[in-house]
């Protein structure tokens, strides 16, 4: 699987840049389309199970909003690597930015991903990011001065989500 690691940052890379321009759009649609549920995200300090589209879509709205009100104007993710854990599995790296007019609103930040292929499509099933907010509502991040992105939970082989 190593040959194909360029595919899966290429996959990986891809999603990340659709599920950013759909945030900066206020796609929800777009967004909710790259995400499997239930969906999980990871922080430093807490972790959060998204279990519906009722909760996804608030906190995409919520999320969208507060990059609004910093006044937000690019929300880059740039991958630093992905590769393939089985056929239907990529677990990748990205960095953060989130810049106003080319000034930096936070620093940039670290955030691990799992996709998986489900029914033909790369969706994100697991997100973790190096933050340190504890509660879920949607604040400007903040970021340790030494950023831990926490470990995506082990993969159940036994669960075919194509099923």
Do not use: C
């Not at 899966?8 to 759909?22: E, F, G, P, R, W």
């Not at 879509?57 to 880059?76: A, C, I, N, P, W």
């Not at 099933?125 to 950023?147: E, G, K, S, W, Y």
Request: glycine share 4%.
């Amino acid at each position: 699987m190593k040959s194909n690691t360029n595919n899966a940052l290429q996959i990986y890379q891809a999603h990340v840049d659709a599920l950013s321009a759909a945030m900066m759009d206020q796609d929800f649609s777009a967004f909710a389309d790259r995400i499997e549920l239930p969906h999980m995200i990871l922080q430093e300090r807490a972790e959060h199970l998204i279990e519906t589209r009722g909760e996804l879509e608030s906190y995409f709205h919520g999320l969208h909003q507060m990059l609004k009100s910093h006044g937000t104007t690019d929300y880059v993710r740039i991958a630093t690597e992905a590769v393939f854990k089985s056929e239907t599995v990529i677990e990748g790296n990205h960095v953060t930015h989130i810049l106003q007019g080319g000034k930096r609103l936070v620093k940039p930040y670290p955030n691990r991903l799992r996709l998986e292929q489900i029914n033909g499509e790369w969706l994100e099933t697991v997100a973790a990011n190096a933050i340190t907010n504890a509660q879920f509502d949607v604040l400007m991040p903040r970021i340790a001065d030494a950023p831990h992105i926490p470990d995506l939970p082990p993969l159940d082989q036994k669960e075919n989500r194509n099923d």
